[in-house]
């Protein structure tokens, strides 16, 4: 079953402008995390958030985390075309060392 | 860099055929998963393991089993393969933190069409 929800399901903007992606999941967790995955590749990491967290920063990434609306939104600040990708969530269900991912938002990014 | 290699970017196979899908990852991670993609459906895990000769299933393991004979090298099998497993594939690695999940490590993919 999903545990994370991204919305929206897809986003473009243009080149400079911030992309805002948000994600909700229904059960306690220990992190979130977000990956990127460009098309047809495998998906990188680029961000985790524990449970104790509210905001986390890495470059042009902010991170926030909401655990009692149990959401969380990455924001990426002044996009670039090379940003465009898409973008999942990623929640660890308790206890199983497993994570679940959500089905991504798609964003473009025109230049 | 963490590096984990998939034994084939595409691979054509026939309806009945025993599929062997491979991962090796260069990092001495506990961890290894594998998940299958399709478009709509996000990533839905297969089979994870955590240490040699260990395995446990994901959400959909039906037609699917694994190998895990060496801590670097974790391997996809399909018995026999069915036009409704064609997806891409995609193999991952984690340290073991004992705690909680940590941050997954990816392959770049095997996209498996059945004819």
């Known amino acids: 079953s999903q545990q994370g929800e991204e919305d929206p399901q897809a986003l473009s903007i243009q080149e400079g402008e911030n992309a805002t992606m948000n994600c909700s999941y229904k059960?306690?967790?220990?992190?979130l995390q977000w990956y990127r995955q460009n098309s047809g590749r495998g998906l990188v990491h680029l961000i985790l958030?524990?449970?104790?967290?509210r905001e986390k920063h890495s470059g042009r990434l902010r991170v926030t985390l909401d655990t009692s609306k149990k959401s969380s939104s990455l924001l990426i600040t002044a996009s670039r075309a090379a940003d465009t990708a898409s973008y999942f969530c990623?929640?660890?269900?308790?206890?199983?060392?497993?994570?679940?991912f959500g089905k991504g938002t798609k964003l473009s990014v025109i230049p | 860099d963490v590096k984990v290699t998939q034994s084939s970017r595409y691979l054509v196979k026939r309806t009945g055929e025993k599929v062997f899908l491979e991962c090796v990852q260069d990092?001495?991670?506990?961890?290894m998963f594998w998940y299958r993609q399709d478009p709509g459906l996000g990533l839905r895990l297969i089979y994870f393991?955590?240490?040699?000769?260990?395995?446990e299933k994901g959400d959909i393991p039906e037609g699917y089993s694994v190998s895990r004979e060496k801590k670097e090298r974790f391997s996809l099998i399909l018995e026999s393969a069915s036009t409704n497993q064609t997806s891409m594939y995609l193999c991952?690695?984690?340290?073991?933190?004992?705690?909680?999940?940590?941050?997954?490590?990816f392959g770049p993919g095997t996209r498996l069409t059945v004819l």
């Open positions: 059960t306690s967790i220990n992190n």
């Open positions: 990092m001495d991670h506990e961890n």
């Open positions: 991952a690695s984690s340290l073991f933190s004992g705690t909680s999940t940590d941050t997954q490590y």
């Open positions: 990623a929640t660890e269900r308790a206890g199983s060392y497993q994570l679940t």
């Open positions: 958030i524990r449970s104790n967290e």
């Open positions: 393991s955590y240490d040699v000769k260990m395995k």
